[in-house]
């Protein structure tokens, strides 16, 4: 079994800076893709960054310049440092990793959100 545990949100003001993280622990072979994902009250969940397991990443166009995603694949961890921070980026972020066992089953693995909220 997998599980993973986000930490970092919280309320900022407009223009700050927050890092999020992720950890993945439990019975892992390995970890391909580890996103970020947000969703905002009445909104749909939509992706935010992605990092592959070789380093690659890739954001949505909200967001390019801004944040940065990276990962840490000896703890397991992805992390989102999210600078310049505006009211509209406030919503629950999630991570989400793919990841193999070691019984060699892949599967999706969501985390269980974090708030960040940006507001003076």
């Known amino acids: 079994q997998v599980q993973l545990v986000e930490s970092g949100g919280g309320l900022v003001q407009p223009g700050g800076s927050l890092r999020l993280s992720c950890a993945a622990s439990?019975?892992?072979?390995?970890?391909?893709?580890m996103s970020w994902y947000r969703q905002a009250p009445g909104k749909q969940r939509e992706l935010v960054a992605t990092?592959?397991?070789?380093?690659?990443?890739n954001y949505a166009d909200f967001v390019k310049g801004r944040f940065t995603i990276s990962r840490d694949n000896a703890k397991n961890t992805v992390y989102l440092q999210m600078n310049t921070l505006k009211p509209e980026d406030t919503a629950v972020y999630y991570c989400k990793i793919n990841v193999v066992t070691i019984r060699l089953v892949r599967y999706d693995l969501w985390g269980q959100g974090t708030q960040v909220t940006v507001s003076s």
């Open positions: 990092i592959s397991a070789s380093g690659p990443t």
């Open positions: 439990g019975s892992i072979f390995s970890i391909n893709d």
